[in-house]
């Protein structure tokens, strides 16, 4: 049944493939682009580069049906870099969404184009102003994967990361300060950040000790993230 399945374009049942799955289901995974793109489908193309691909992949990402969203083009046009190393396109690509359409579902496309995407640097720039809290932590997160250099955005995170002292079953805080976590928790993952803001630490101390609230379906996201900026392990 897993071949029909992914062929289908199920978006969850695609980002629960992992690479080595993936790689063995090249045909129906493009076929899934044919039929049904989405972004799970584009952005698990590239993620298999050069070798778990073949020429057929980088022609079809070239190409994806133009009434696809703009996210699952933005998505199409980094996987083709990664797997071919040209990023013109897909910087020329990415520079026109940014312009004519919502930054928030562009955005994550260019910080996964990283150093290929250096020359989008002033666009994103622009929209750490993003009136939207989310808008702007995406920026900041594309900002210093296409730079390698996350020193801007570090004096900017803590203070998105932290809109509130308190953390209670109504606190809907959480959908503010999620993504700079999010970015942060990245950073820290990846070496860029060495130690986490002091000022986050009592918070983020909340988080990771909290009960779970049964109605609220991010707390486990939420404890996670806080034990990665904390250097904590989950508990089993």
Do not use: F
């Not at 298999?48 to 980088?58: H, I, K, Q, V, Y």
């Not at 000022?199 to 486990?220: G, H, Q």
Request: aromatic letters at 4%; one cysteine or more.
């Amino acid at each position: 049944m897993l071949p029909e399945l992914i062929a289908r374009g199920g978006a969850e049942l695609i980002d629960a493939l992992g690479p080595d799955l993936a790689a063995a289901h090249l045909p129906q995974l493009k076929q899934a682009l044919r039929g049904h793109p989405t972004v799970a489908a584009a952005r698990l193309l590239g993620e298999l580069g050069p070798s778990g691909t073949d020429a057929e992949t980088a022609d079809l990402l070239a190409t994806v049906d133009p009434r696809a969203r703009h996210d699952v083009h933005a998505e199409a046009a980094v996987s083709r870099a990664l797997i071919t190393g040209d990023a013109e396109p897909a910087v020329e690509t990415l520079r026109d969404l940014l312009r004519t359409q919502s930054p928030p579902g562009i955005l994550p496309a260019v910080g996964r184009l990283g150093p290929l995407g250096a020359p989008l640097a002033s666009e994103v720039v622009a929209l750490l102003n993003d009136p939207r809290e989310y808008g702007r932590s995406q920026a900041a997160d594309a900002y210093w994967r296409i730079t390698g250099n996350p020193r801007p955005m570090l004096p900017l995170l803590p203070t998105w990361a932290a809109p509130t002292t308190t953390y209670a079953s109504n606190d809907t805080a959480w959908y503010d300060r999620r993504d700079a976590l999010r970015v942060l928790a990245g950073m820290r993952t990846a070496g860029a950040l060495a130690t986490t803001p002091p000022e986050l630490r009592p918070l983020l101390e909340l988080c990771a000790t909290s009960p779970r609230r049964v109605t609220w379906k991010d707390d486990d996201e939420l404890r996670g993230l806080a034990r990665i900026l904390l250097d904590e392990p989950m508990p089993s």
